[in-house]
Every structure is written in C-alpha cells, then in structure tokens.
C-alpha cells in the first residue's frame, strides 16, 4: 500500500509539473500571439500614416503643379493678346501713315483743276486784270482749306522784338535808330503755324 501511496503522489507531482509547463507554454504562447500581433498592428498603422503622408504629399505637388499650369496659361494668353495687340497697332500706324496726307491731299485736287482751267484760259486771254484775279480767287481757295486744317499764318512780326520761338534770322542790317536794334525790320519768307506748332519759322531781317 505505502509504494502504491507512493506512485501516486509522485505521479500527481509529475502531472501537476506536466499541466503546469503545458499552461505556461501555452500562456506564453499566447503572449507571444499578442506581442506579435501589436507588432503587426504598429506596422500597419505606421504604414498607413506614411500612405496618409505619401498621399497629403502628392497633393500638394498635384496643386501646386495645378496653380503652375493655371499661371503659365494665364500668361500664354496675356502674351497672346498682347502681342495680337501690338501687331494690330503696327499695321493702323502704317495705314495712318500711308494716309495721314490723305485729307489734305483730297481737299487740294481741286485747287490743282482750277490751276489747269486757268492756265489754259489764260493762253487765250490778253486781260490781265482778269488773271490777276483768277490767281487771287485760287490763292485765297487754297488759303481757305489749309486754314480748315489748322494752319495758320504767323503774324507779322515786323518793328517786334527778335524771338526765336516764332522768327529765324537770316540776315542783319544796321538798325535806321536805336530804337530799331534788335528789331525784325523784314520778313523774307512767312511763317505758319499748325494747331498752334510752329512749323515754319519766320525768315526775317533784323536790325543791328
């Protein structure tokens, strides 16, 4: 009795031993799962953040690359339009300059036709009055348009003081008086002004 008392104990000893280390191994097995498992779920959510990451990234490259595009079309299209405004400005300063004389010209065609009458009129005329006054009727035709268009004579600036905004001098003579030093005493050649620019002096004579 006492040996088989024995082999029981020892027995149960032995299988506490056994279910012991069977528990342990599996508790630890168990933990090993867990550590890993957390481990995985680290990993995952670290890769996730990093997508997170790549994704806020590209973006940010995908916007900004919008906002470059979005710019250099903006340009291209101000480019365009302003150089479709240059060379249309180009060619109306052609035009403009090809017919800037167009007016004036237009409106002195006439004076030429009476020019022509009167030339052939007075082959056959001895009237000298008559052709004198033809020629003053044309002069003062013509007159009558350039005025129309802004010219205008410079005044006479004879017995005037010298001013060479208005009068090129051409020549000096000694002065009749005093008074008359520095004086205009002769206009040579008229001067005209057009819309109030002097664009031809007054060729005058003045007094020294």
């Not at 990451?53 to 302003?82: C, H, N, P």
């Not at 030339?119 to 035709?141: C, H, R, V, Y």
Request: glycine content about 4%; overall charge negative.
């Amino acid at each position: 009795m006492t040996l088989i008392k024995t082999m029981v104990v020892f027995l149960q000893t032995r299988f506490s031993r056994i279910l012991n280390h069977i528990i342990m191994s599996k508790i630890d097995k168990v933990q090993e799962e867990e550590e890993i498992e957390n481990v995985e779920a680290q990993q995952t959510e670290d890769s996730v953040e990093e997508t997170q990451e790549e994704v806020i990234e590209l973006s940010r490259e995908e916007s900004l690359e919008i906002q470059v595009k979005e710019a250099t079309d903006k340009y291209l299209r101000l480019y365009s339009e302003f150089d479709n405004f240059r060379k249309r400005t180009q060619k109306e300063k052609i035009e403009l300059y090809k017919t800037a004389g167009e007016g004036i010209i237009s409106a002195i065609i006439p004076v030429l036709d009476d020019l022509e009458r009167a030339e052939k009129a007075n082959q056959d005329s001895d009237d000298a009055q008559g052709i004198k006054d033809g020629i003053k009727l044309i002069q003062d035709k013509i007159t009558n348009i350039l005025k129309t268009k802004g010219l205008e004579a410079v005044a006479s600036p004879i017995g005037e003081d010298f001013n060479v905004e208005f009068h090129e001098a051409i020549t000096q003579i000694p002065a009749p008086s005093k008074k008359e030093k520095g004086k205009v005493l002769d206009v040579v050649e008229k001067g005209y002004e057009l819309n109030g620019k002097v664009i031809r002096f007054s060729k005058v004579v003045i007094g020294q």
